[in-house]
């Protein structure tokens, strides 16, 4: 966990997507692995478990504060108790943000990600401008991504590894007493659960 980004990170999104397809592609032709199995396996992580999942717990937290007190003891078994378990989510962490501070998720050694609740991370997560910056200059790193937060707020930068992986729960945006669960979850973006983002607000869900 530490206390403490503009976007350069195209060539290196590029340079990693060309190695990933030229191994897939090398794998393939030797036979070791089948392209239609690889497709179901990220149809499955992108659509079936994927953010919608993470954003389920979100609202459930922002609705029942029962469940909210159960999410910051235990986020392992409350995720689990929606159904929300398997591989890279043994062990989870909640932490939410508040007015005085915000929290941001990087892995700092490889992409340890919470997949049951967030899918597949997104390229920008594993690369190494990300992981480096995050943890030296997390302020810049958000208003890369468009978040721009009082001076007054601190920002906390949690480290996922191979044994703990966080959810972060955004504030809960105004104006939105009354709806229910649904429609909350459909406020609750990617970005706002690794801390990247903030979630939408309601006139624009």
């Known amino acids: 966990m530490h206390d403490h980004h503009d ?13 990933v397809r030229a191994l897939e592609t090398v794998l393939t032709e ?10 179901a396996i990220i149809d499955t992580y ?5 953010p919608r999942n993470g954003a389920a717990v979100v609202a459930r937290a922002w609705a029942d504060p029962a469940f909210a007190d ?8 409350a995720i689990a108790s929606m159904g929300f378990t398997g591989r890279q989510g043994e062990h989870m962490v909640a932490v939410f943000n508040t007015p005085e501070e915000h929290n941001l998720v990087v892995c700092t050694l490889c992409s340890c ?3 049951p609740v967030l899918g597949l991370p997104p390229a920008w997560y594993k690369a190494p401008d990300y992981r480096a910056r995050a943890v030296r ?5 958000l208003a890369g991504f468009g978040v721009t937060l009082p001076e ?8 996922s590894t191979a044994e703990i992986r966080y959810l972060v729960v955004p504030e809960r945006p105004a104006g939105t007493e009354g709806m229910d669960e649904a429609a909350l979850a ?11 983002g903030l979630p939408r607000a309601p006139e624009a869900a």
């Open 7 to 19: 976007h350069d990170h195209d060539n290196e999104l590029d340079d990693m997507t060309a190695r």
């Open 30 to 39: 030797k036979g070791l692995v089948d392209p239609a199995a690889v497709d």
């Open 46 to 50: 992108e659509h079936r478990v994927g």
């Open 70 to 77: 159960w999410l910051r003891r235990d986020a392992t078994a």
């Open 113 to 115: 990600y919470p997949w």
């Open 137 to 141: 200059e997390p302020r810049a790193v």
């Open 152 to 159: 007054t707020t601190r920002i906390r930068v949690w480290d």
């Open 186 to 196: 459909a406020l609750v973006t990617r970005d706002s659960m690794i801390g990247a």
